[in-house]
């Protein structure tokens, strides 16, 4: 009996955050409702010793606070049913004001800014207590991840290169219609670094065009393979439409995590690497790797938010 009391209080803490959300989502509607409702006057019949309600202001109110506490029921049984820890916080909105983002020191090319090339950068400068996941190459096509994915509504965003992605498009597809963008990560997943411009463009603006085809739309995200570029690479992704090249601050595995600066703890806006694999390549499946991040990120005060929203 004590570890099931135990157990509930740290489901209810993993709550908290999400129901204060909830709770203001709630006043602010509510403070809309009772300024409609002064110019209206209809009523809707209470209940039996109800209090009436304004109509129908506080009607879609009423509505509104329904869905907002069945969707969180949702989460909080999603987690319970993929074995997390904690459930999930919910992401910010996206911010107003889109942050200025700028080439990370150290990661520049020459003529960087004279020749306006795509920015580099492994964070996203904001406050906010968020961290983006990106998920590389596409090699695994597990179903049990998108279901994963879509039931704890996790945003990512998908690097996709064109090899692994064409004996299953389908599978992107339904991806990409649960509301996740999916990038350029070339052709043929080589090492840009040393190739020549020519042969550089043809990976990414061929990419471009394929994920045109199969998906409607030309990505302007660019992640070069390995992390590998040089000025030829910034200059073929500008070229072939690509506003952004972003890399990565930590990597996730099925079993274990890796740091670019060391230490280990996440930092706000920090951008998370990990792939489409599977139990032939790692420890574990991709929903061992999804746990072990959530139950990370969760613990350490964090929310994933959607990488697009802040750029």
């Given at each position: 009996m004590r570890a099931v009391v135990q157990n509930d209080k740290r489901w209810a803490t993993g709550r908290a955050s999400a129901g204060v959300r909830i709770v203001v989502a709630v006043l602010v509607l509510a403070a809309i409702a009772s300024g409609c409702a002064q110019d209206g006057g209809d009523q809707v019949t209470p209940a039996g010793g109800q209090q009436p309600l304004d109509a129908p202001p506080a009607r879609a109110l009423d509505s509104y606070a329904t869905k907002l506490r069945a969707a969180q029921a949702a989460r909080v049984a999603a987690a319970h049913r993929w074995g997390l820890r904690k459930v999930?916080?919910?992401a910010p909105p996206a911010p107003a004001k889109k942050p200025r983002v700028r080439t990370r020191k150290g990661f520049e090319v020459d003529g960087h800014r004279k020749l306006d090339l795509p920015p580099?950068?492994?964070r996203i400068p904001t406050r906010d207590k968020v961290v983006f996941l990106t998920i590389d190459d596409g090699a695994e096509k597990d179903p049990a991840f998108l279901r994963m994915m879509s039931e704890l509504d996790v945003p990512y965003s998908a690097f996709l290169s064109g090899y692994l992605v064409r004996n299953d498009t389908?599978?992107?597809r339904k991806m990409q219609s649960r509301g996740v963008v999916l990038h350029n990560h070339t052709l043929n997943h080589p090492n840009l670094r040393g190739m020549s411009y020519r042969k550089q463009k043809r990976e990414i603006c061929g990419m471009q065009r394929y994920m045109e085809r199969r998906f409607g739309t030309r990505p302007t995200l660019f992640r070069p393979p390995y992390g590998s570029y040089d000025r030829?690479?910034?200059r073929a992704a500008r070229t072939c439409g690509?506003?952004?090249v972003p890399l990565w601050n930590e990597e996730v595995f099925a079993d274990h995590w890796e740091y670019r600066d060391g230490g280990r703890k996440l930092h706000p806006g920090d951008i998370v690497l990990t792939h489409f694999r599977?139990?032939?390549?790692w420890k574990g499946t991709m929903a061992d790797m999804i746990r072990r991040f959530l139950?990370?990120?969760t613990a350490q005060g964090y929310a994933v938010g959607r990488l697009e929203d802040y750029l």
């Open positions: 999930p916080s919910a580099v950068f492994t389908r599978y992107f030829a690479t910034l690509i506003t952004y599977g139990r032939d390549q139950n990370k990120v």
